[in-house]
């Protein structure tokens, strides 16, 4: 091996110690993240196991495996749930060993571009390209309106158009929530008054694939959101919360995407800075974390996170919601893993649907386990995330409920394309909102 070589493997393995060998040492290999475990369940193999990829993790900070040889698989297969940093008796932070990994794994493998697959470097253009920027994932949007408005979108679902280039992405295609009018979307800098005595200021971070696809939450967010007292603003400059570029180990990007988000934040007057997407909240709860080797910029971050709040969080304070119409039904709530295990909110998003005039709440054997959407885990390691979205619908047939509620647009696709998948004609998956607002008579 030539001296060059030895030098930047030895770079790289200085790198991942640095990040992460403290906090991999803390896990006394236990086992009891194992049960959490969704791939170790699925797959039986202990390297796709929290514990497992700790140890792997320390291991190649040891210098005694490749980075990229017996690691990169391990990590890029694990769904970044974080089922088990709950689980865990020492409280080891698994999901900052997991992210650190990633970021030398990908740091490596730009350096060495020869070892990038077509698929990387599409996955690179498209976190670099596209969701960094807000005019350019509207016009996707709005293009994917008009697709579905001219009826193409079913010439190509019957010609299996898509599914030709992506398979995966030819599934998720077709169970596309229908896409909202772009003259109904809101602009970036509006305002909107609270309905009734104003209780609060609230300041809404709209997200990427939200506002691009699923503008209609938002918008059904923002309405919810007044009936209760808030004025709503919508802070110009937002963008990416950063959280796909941070589980693909793109921590530069992430940073430069989080900073924009404080800028435009914080200068508002908001009591609360709200969003909806249990993914997305994870990762502004942790910017922060994010900025820890920056005194300056983790100051300002800490008071954006301490700002940052899910919106069943700030319904249930604010509530009781103006209800109208009864529910018809059993309810089932599939829980967003980042809501619950990184934000602790599990318990607002029940009391809000068992608030719901008429609705049967029925809670599902498992539902606080991940349904394998992992961001876009489910289009990158397709027949993994399958594989674990069918058990989970089998505990989803088990409710015998009509309606299947989360808090996450990935989450959504994601039992959408289960629905599909085992034919629960019966059934159908909605955002947390989009409940509400039906029974609130909020169209």
């Not at 790289?12 to 969704?38: F, I, K, R, T």
């Not at 350019?136 to 709005?142: D, E, T």
């Not at 103006?322 to 607002?348: A, M």
């Not at 885990?377 to 299947?404: G, P, R």
Request: charged residues 25%; aromatic residues 6%; hydrophobic residues 35%.
């Amino acid at each position: 091996m030539s001296k060059s070589v030895c030098h930047q493997e030895d770079k790289y393995v200085s790198l991942l110690h640095d990040l992460s060998y403290e906090a991999a040492n803390m896990c006394v290999q236990c086992g009891y993240c194992l049960p959490a475990c969704p791939t170790y369940e699925s797959m039986g193999n202990e390297a796709q196991s929290p514990r497992g990829r700790i140890n792997l993790v320390k291991m190649a900070a040891e210098g005694k495996i490749d980075l990229q040889q017996d690691l990169a698989e391990p990590i890029d297969l694990c769904l970044g749930c974080r089922a088990c940093e709950v689980a865990c008796p020492v409280n080891v932070p698994y999901g900052h060993i997991y992210e650190s990994a990633r970021e030398v794994i990908a740091l490596q493998q730009k350096e060495e571009q020869k070892k990038l697959s077509a698929g990387v470097k599409v996955r690179d253009q498209v976190l670099n390209k596209l969701f960094p920027h807000q005019n350019r994932l509207r016009f996707l949007g709005n293009a994917t309106w008009l697709y579905q408005k001219t009826g193409v979108n079913k010439v190509a679902q019957k010609l299996k158009l898509v599914n030709k280039v992506s398979e995966p992405m030819g599934q998720f295609e077709k169970i596309l929530p229908s896409v909202e009018s772009p003259s109904k979307r809101y602009k970036f800098g509006d305002a909107f008054p609270s309905r009734g005595p104003k209780k609060m200021t609230i300041a809404f971070f709209s997200g990427c694939i939200m506002d691009a696809v699923m503008s209609k939450i938002n918008r059904l967010t923002i309405e919810l959101l007044q009936s209760v007292g808030c004025e709503v603003h919508i802070p110009k400059g937002q963008n990416c919360c950063g959280a796909l570029h941070s589980h693909q180990g793109s921590m530069e990007e992430a940073k430069n995407l989080a900073k924009a988000n404080i800028k435009a934040f914080e200068s508002s007057t908001a009591d609360y800075f709200i969003n909806n997407a249990g993914g997305c909240g994870a990762m502004l709860r942790e910017y922060d974390h994010l900025f820890k080797d920056d005194a300056e910029w983790q100051a300002r971050a800490k008071s954006f996170v301490e700002k940052t709040r899910d919106i069943t969080e700030v319904l249930v304070e604010l509530g009781p919601l103006p209800f109208k119409k009864e529910w018809g039904g059993i309810i089932t709530y599939q829980d967003s893993c980042h809501l619950r295990n990184v934000q602790g909110v599990s318990e607002q998003p029940r009391e809000l649907l068992r608030s719901v005039p008429g609705a049967k709440v029925v809670e599902m054997e498992g539902s606080d386990r991940c349904c394998a959407s992992g961001g876009i885990y489910n289009l990158i390691h397709f027949e993994e995330s399958m594989k674990i979205l069918d058990e989970k619908m089998v505990n989803v047939k088990a409710t015998n409920a009509q309606t299947i509620v989360t808090t996450n647009p990935g989450c959504l696709l994601q039992m959408k394309l289960g629905v599909d998948r085992n034919g629960l004609e019966h059934a159908r998956a909605l955002h947390i909102v989009e409940v509400l607002a039906e029974a609130c008579d909020i169209q």
